[in-house]
């Protein structure tokens, strides 16, 4: 059974940076095709694609968000972290980690349960 | 404002049948890139409703189908029913933006 569970502080205020980490099983991120990637929605609003990380370290970014976003993976320990500079509130928003199979063209399958972020002072 | 566009709300009444549009461009849904939709019920993550433009995974209904033509896809639902009430998203590859898109999501009501 696969499955994701993203973690992370819950506040943050404006101008710090967001750490979040997914945490998986049922799969490996080292196997080839596989891959993990963050999505977030703001409250009533739609998903939005932030970033994807593939087996081979490739890494893949929102074109609006590139400039403050960084992916990462630790194969070892089932992780993919995502850190995202220079919070707004507009960045107020669930965040969540999805495993894709081959690649951007892909669907998400499955989902983690998502993390709440408020950013706020 | 999302490059796939969807209406932001459709309404069935039980046993009914709805469709949801999600409306791309030449570099998205007309580049011929997949179509994959997504259902998301209230206070939940996302589920995977269909991929592959048509495509059910083990365990949706056979009343939800999905197709594509030109530069959009539909969800179609039939014999609605009460839990089908959700968020609907569709979601694409982009070659501009070389990136993946969502819709901007549709709300659907059993009236």
């Known amino acids: 059974q696969v499955t994701l569970r993203e973690s992370g502080p819950a506040l943050v205020k404006p101008t710090q940076t967001l750490t979040l980490t997914c945490t998986f099983s049922?799969?490996?991120?080292?196997?080839?095709?596989?891959?993990v990637s963050w999505v977030r929605q703001p409250p009533g609003k739609a998903l939005e694609w932030l970033a994807l990380?593939?087996?081979?370290?490739?890494?893949f970014y929102s074109r609006s968000l590139k400039n403050r976003l960084t992916i990462s993976k630790d194969t070892s320990k089932n992780q993919v972290v995502l850190t995202m500079t220079n919070l707004d509130p507009v960045d107020t928003a669930t965040y969540y980690c999805?495993?894709?199979?081959?690649?951007?063209?892909?669907?998400?399958?499955?989902w983690g349960q998502g993390t709440l972020v408020t950013v706020s002072s | 404002q999302s490059v796939l566009t969807q209406p932001p709300s459709v309404s069935g009444a039980p046993g009914q049948r709805v469709t949801i549009t999600c409306t791309g461009s030449?570099?998205?849904?007309?580049?011929?890139?997949?179509v994959h939709w997504y259902q998301q019920l209230p206070g939940t993550a996302p589920k995977l409703l269909i991929y592959?433009?048509?495509y059910r995974p083990s365990g949706v209904p056979d009343r939800f189908s999905g197709s594509k033509s030109g530069t959009s896809a539909s969800l179609a639902i039939t014999g609605l029913q009460a839990e089908d009430e959700a968020d609907y998203y569709c979601?694409?590859?982009?070659?501009?933006?070389?990136?993946?898109?969502f819709g901007g999501g549709t709300k659907l009501t059993v009236l």
């Open positions: 999805a495993r894709i199979q081959g690649g951007s063209y892909n669907w998400f399958d499955p």
């Open positions: 049922g799969f490996s991120l080292s196997t080839s095709g596989m891959c």
């Open positions: 030449s570099s998205n849904i007309g580049a011929d890139f997949d």
């Open positions: 592959t433009d048509i």
């Open positions: 990380i593939d087996w081979e370290d490739e890494k």
């Open positions: 979601q694409s590859y982009d070659s501009s933006l070389s990136g993946v898109l």
